[in-house]
């Protein structure tokens, strides 16, 4: 047979792609267990058939010869090869001439695109190195062919060529036998090393991979097939290379012969696209892709194996501050801070991922009692209690955090993270800067939620909030010497709830912004109404709630309706609760310093019920204490109570800030505060909040609480002096 002397053509057997030889006519002459497999006929039904029998096109073979006679080769994607069952296989093949002796032969590289798995797809470059080292290996054999003596040389200088390694491996031992050139650049070992030590090759494998090499050659290996393995070496240089590999199996020479290709850089693109997809660019955490595997993952298998998975849905508090204030860079600093902080707080069993802006799951994972989460929780939360530091700038954070565990609150890896959203809603609402476990009745409160906001900004379009003023007057005289502003709903039906409600919604909506300008904006225009009747100065307080200092926007607004009113700015008092200034003093005490400066006053609202401490007091930019409701309430029920607001007039009155008690319904409690030293009083023994008219109709009727005192405790500035002027 003329092939008989183109003894590289066992080579080809080892070729990772199915391989075929034809003579000019298109008579197959030799064809590789890799090309029987993809078209599914034995050796000896293929060997001196015409190739077009296995080809869908019959006019590929004229087309592929007039080819090879212009350009030399033929590169075709889209060939369709006739399997026996009479399925199509898409290939792409690769035509060379090849000369021996008289007659051209023709080698025709083919590989199936559909049985090519993803990875082989992706490794293109591999395609490419088959086919230029067929390529090399057909040039050599035609520019060789004359000079070659025996066919053992010929094999040795092809192999001496290529740049994949092609090796002999004893199916033993697994020794070395034999092995080319290629392996030198490859494995930075001189060829001759790896001959006179045959386990040199093992001994580089990468420690991680060795299981898996050894798997592969004693149980993927059936006799006589062809299989592909991908693993790792570490040179002697220290670097690791990354290897492709075809071992073939060849029972009658009791070995296996193996192609080897290096794609280092192909896996570490791929690598690289593999961890992007998996992780967070920033953090580096895990994202959410890798929390939906794991899960799922998990949730198969808790119910068979007695334990649980609980998922702490963690969202940090006011983080939206600090990339308003400081910008985005600034705040993606202190995420991967807290990341890394976190992290070294969780045990190995823990996944920390993010989930997506400020929000962070833990995932416990073989959870053997649910208080294993509240632990875990607990020690998450003590991450904050050192600031995070970025450019030397100390940042203070908090974070609210939801247990939801499964089997028991969720059966599917959507609900467990669902319920522990939920109940990190609830911890929020709650006051932030805790945790709370998820239970169905947080369902209900979210249903709630979402009535209110609906409620409200229908109300808001419609206009249907107005805003009421209760007046407050001196403690000694009983007549007026300012109002509190408070919101009323005034639409139809009756209001869903009040504004202790309603103002919290409003916050996490952000609609308390829009709601809280025109409450200026009306506050403003009341105050300008009231000089304009009595003549005084009669100061309006607002309400103003933590959401509306994150809007930068708040101060340049506030004068501007000041501004647009003509009045005072002392006839503003603006009212802040404890737990706002509280949520970051630094940040509220730098605002109402400078709210300050411009003259408008401050009143610490519902003093008593936060953190009440009485040193910070004098440090507090504040004109006036509020003392809470429930003091009042409680003054002939609880003595130190009692002894409490004595002590804070007392103090108040050294620093010498005022003091208004609310929330006086009965006459022994107004008695009784003004024994204190208390100066102002505010409750519905004097008047409940009334609508912008009626109070100046009361004004104008003389009504006794609504009569100004002649000497405002508050003095104030007559107009138009005073009035602050926008630069
Ligand atoms: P707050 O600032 O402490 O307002 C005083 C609350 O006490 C008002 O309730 C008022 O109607 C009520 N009150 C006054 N005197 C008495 C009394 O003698 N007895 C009793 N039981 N209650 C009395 P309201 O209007 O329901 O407001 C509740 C809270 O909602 C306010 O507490 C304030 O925190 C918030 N709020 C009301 N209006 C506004 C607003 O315009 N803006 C903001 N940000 N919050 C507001
Ligand atoms: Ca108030
Ligand atoms: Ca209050």
Redesign the pocket.
């Known amino acids: 047979m003329p092939l008989s002397h183109i003894r590289s053509l066992e080579l080809l057997e080892a070729m990772p792609d199915a391989t075929i030889v034809v003579n000019h006519r298109g008579i197959v002459l030799f064809a590789n267990d890799l090309f029987l497999q993809l078209v599914g006929f034995e050796r000896h039904e293929v060997i001196d058939e015409d190739v077009t029998r296995f080809l869908q096109d019959k006019n590929i073979f004229d087309s592929c010869m007039t080819s090879l006679g212009t350009a030399g080769s033929c590169l075709d994607h889209e060939t369709f090869f006739i399997h026996r069952s009479g399925e199509l296989i898409h290939t792409v093949k690769s035509v060379r001439p090849l000369e021996s002796g008289k007659e051209p032969f023709i080698l025709a590289s083919i590989r199936s695109l559909s049985a090519v798995d993803s990875r082989n797809r992706a490794l293109e470059e591999e395609k490419h190195l088959s086919i230029h080292s067929i390529e090399k290996l057909s040039m050599i054999v035609k520019n060789q062919k004359r000079q070659l003596t025996s066919a053992k040389r010929q094999l040795e200088e092809v192999l001496a060529v290529i740049d994949e390694i092609i090796w002999y491996i004893d199916d033993n031992t697994l020794d070395v036998i034999h092995v080319n050139r290629a392996v030198e650049s490859i494995f930075g070992v001189q060829c001759d090393d790896f001959i006179s030590n045959p386990n040199l090759w093992k001994s580089m494998v990468y420690p991680e991979d060795h299981q898996k090499v050894d798997a592969f050659f004693s149980l993927s290996m059936e006799p006589g097939t062809s299989n592909t393995i991908d693993f790792r070496i570490r040179r002697q240089d220290g670097k690791i290379r990354w290897l492709h590999n075809r071992i073939t199996h060849y029972p009658k020479l009791n070995m296996f012969i193996g192609v080897t290709h290096d794609i280092t850089e192909n896996k570490s693109t791929q690598e690289l696209i593999e961890f992007l997809a998996y992780h967070d660019p920033l953090t580096k955490l895990p994202n959410r892709v890798f929390l939906a595997e794991k899960i799922n993952d998990k949730i198969d298998r808790i119910c068979s194996e007695h334990c649980a998975v609980a998922a702490l849905f963690l969202d940090l508090d006011n983080f939206k501050y600090i990339n308003d204030s400081k910008g985005h860079e600034v705040g993606d600093e202190v995420l991967v801070l807290i990341s890394a902080r976190i992290k070294s707080q969780l045990s190995v069993h823990c996944d920390l991922i993010r989930f997506g802006g400020d929000e962070f799951i833990i995932l416990l994972t073989d959870l053997r009692q649910s208080s294993e989460a509240e632990e875990c929780a607990g020690t998450v939360l003590e991450c904050f209690s050192e600031p995070f530091n970025v450019n030397d700038e100390e940042f203070f954070l908090s974070a609210s955090i939801g247990i939801a565990t499964a089997p028991e609150h969720a059966q599917t890896s959507s609900d467990l993270i669902k319920h522990a959203d939920t109940a990190m809603y609830a911890a929020k609402r709650s006051g932030k800067n805790q945790f709370r476990t998820y239970d169905a009745t947080m369902e209900d409160d979210i249903k709630t939620f979402l009535r209110i906001e609906q409620w409200l900004k229908e109300g808001i379009k419609a206009g249907y909030f107005n805003?009421h003023y209760?007046p407050i007057v001196d403690a000694k005289t009983h007549h007026l010497i300012g109002f509190?502003?408070?919101?009323?709903y005034e639409g139809p039906g009756e209001p869903l709830t009040?504004?202790?409600n309603f103002?919290p919604v409003a916050e996490r909506t952000g609609d308390?912004i829009r709601?809280?300008a025109t409450?200026i904006q009306n506050a403003c225009r009341f105050a300008r109404h009231l000089i304009e009747l009595t003549g005084t100065c009669i100061p309006v307080s607002?309400?103003?709630?933590a959401r509306?200092f994150q809007d930068r926007q708040l101060l340049d607004m506030i004068k501007n309706a000041i501004y647009e009113a003509g009045i005072p700015p002392n006839a503003l008092v603006l009212?802040v609760?404890e737990s706002v200034i509280m949520r970051d003093i630094e940040h509220i005490s730098y605002e109402l310093d400078r709210l300050r400066e411009t003259g408008i006053k401050i009143a610490l609202?519902?003093f008593g019920t936060g953190y009440s401490s009485l040193a910070y007091l004098s440090k507090l930019p504040i004109d006036t204490i509020?003392i809470?409701?429930s003091f009042v309430r409680s003054l002939f029920h609880s003595q130190r109570n009692a002894h409490l607001v004595k002590a804070i007039t007392t103090m108040a009155k050294a620093l010498e800030i005022n003091v208004t008690a609310?929330?006086?319904?009965e006459k022994r409690h107004a008695d009784l505060l003004l024994d204190f030293g208390v100066k102002s009083l505010?409750?519905?023994?004097f008047s409940?909040?009334l609508p912008h008219e009626q109070c100046l109709e009361n004004i104008r009727r003389n009504s006794p609480v609504f009569t100004p005192v002649k000497h405002a405790s508050d003095p104030s500035t007559p107009l138009p002096d005073s009035t602050i002027h926008i630069a």
Do not use: M, W
Not at 484 to 488: G, K, Q
Not at 542 to 545: E, F, P, Y
């Open positions: 805003v209760q509190e502003s408070l919101i009323r009040g504004p202790d103002i308390i709601l809280g409450i607002i309400n103003l709630s509306q009212e609760t609202d519902d509020k809470d409701q609310e929330g006086v319904e505010q409750g519905f023994l409940k909040a």
